[in-house]
């Protein structure tokens, strides 16, 4: 069983781009989520991305939903195949390591779904970070002159909205989780239960 940093470190947001048609050196580009002309609107590093014109955002489940409209468990198997993972949910593939063929409990799926949830409470972290370090950089232009007040009160009302969003996500996001965790826990507990010698 692999989790989902196995991905990461074969999958980057640009991979995913590229895949689509989409190229550049750089990592500011139009934004392929809104077709906009602004050719530094699409900000992203190699987990995540960010438009700073239609507030798209996310990792690289989120990318590829919002880019072919594929539900999270068709982003995920996407993600398998890309990193070359695909095949390792089959017993041909773990008796090619010499590995015991076996039926766990929790799957592979269940799994990446746990490690994905857990990378997106990792994301909204990071355009949290973001968004405060937007606030700050507004706040020093205003003081050197470069930024109105208007301009400024824009930003922080944006960056304010932003932040309630990211708490709802996040706070939504912890509550799958946990559940998803129940639901794993109460699986395995029946399953030893089943498997107790009589």
Do not use: W
């Not at 709802?168 to 109460?186: G, H, P």
């Amino acid at each position: 069983m692999y989790d989902f940093n196995s991905i990461l470190q074969r999958v980057t947001i640009r991979d995913i781009l590229e895949s689509h048609g989409i190229y550049s050196h750089k990592n500011r580009i139009p934004c392929p989520l809104h077709h906009g002309d602004n050719p530094t609107a699409f900000s992203f590093n190699d987990s995540t991305f960010y438009c700073f014109v239609c507030g798209a955002s996310g990792g690289l489940i989120d990318l590829l939903i919002q880019l072919t409209g594929a539900n999270r468990r068709e982003a995920i198997s996407q993600l398998e195949k890309m990193a070359g993972l695909e095949d390792c949910h089959t017993e041909s593939f773990r008796d090619s390591r010499g590995e015991t063929p076996f039926r766990p409990v929790i799957t592979d799926s269940a799994q990446l779904e746990i490690d994905s949830l857990r990378l997106d409470l990792r994301e909204i972290d990071l355009l949290r970070d973001c968004i405060t370090a937007m606030a700050r950089l507004a706040m020093r232009a205003v003081k050197e002159g470069r930024m109105s007040l208007v301009d400024y009160y824009t930003i922080l009302h944006y960056t304010e909205a932003a932040g309630e969003e990211y708490d709802r996500e996040y706070a939504r996001i912890k509550n799958e989780l946990t559940m998803k965790k129940r639901q794993i826990s109460d699986a395995k507990r029946r399953a030893n239960r089943r498997n107790r010698p009589q």
